[in-house]
C-alpha cells in the first residue's frame, strides 16, 4: 500500500480541508481516486488516515448538510412552510 505523508496533524489536516469550498474538495477527490494516482492513505504527524479521500468525504457531507438547513432556514424567513402539520 502506497501512502502520502505530512506533518500536519489530523485535526490540522481536516482545519485545511473545511477552509476549502465544496467544489475544491470535490475536484481533489477525484484527483486522489484517478487511477494512476496510487496513494491509499496519508501518514500525518499523529496518526495514519485511510482511505486518504476519508476526511474530505466528511467535510464535504457536512458542509451540504449545512448548506440544506441553511437552504431550510432561508424558505422559513421568506414564509414557504415546508411541511405545514409539523
Same mark, same amino acid.
Given at each position: ?7 500536519? /496533524? ?9 477552509k ?26 499523529? *496518526?495514519?488516515? /485511510?482511505?486518504? /479521500?476519508?476526511m ?5 457531507? @457536512? ?15 421568506? *414564509? @414557504? ?6
Amino acid at each position: 500500500m502506497a501512502v502520502d505523508m505530512t506533518d500536519e /496533524t489530523i485535526a490540522q489536516y481536516m482545519e485545511r480541508i473545511e477552509k476549502m469550498s465544496m467544489k475544491e474538495i470535490q475536484k481533489e477527490i477525484e484527483f486522489l481516486e484517478t487511477p494512476g494516482y496510487n496513494c491509499e492513505g496519508l501518514v500525518c504527524a499523529d *496518526g495514519v488516515i /485511510t482511505p486518504r /479521500t476519508k476526511m474530505h468525504r466528511k467535510v464535504l457531507w @457536512y458542509k451540504r448538510m449545512n448548506q440544506k438547513s441553511l437552504t431550510a432556514l432561508q424558505w422559513a424567513k421568506e *414564509g @414557504y412552510v415546508v411541511n405545514p402539520d409539523a
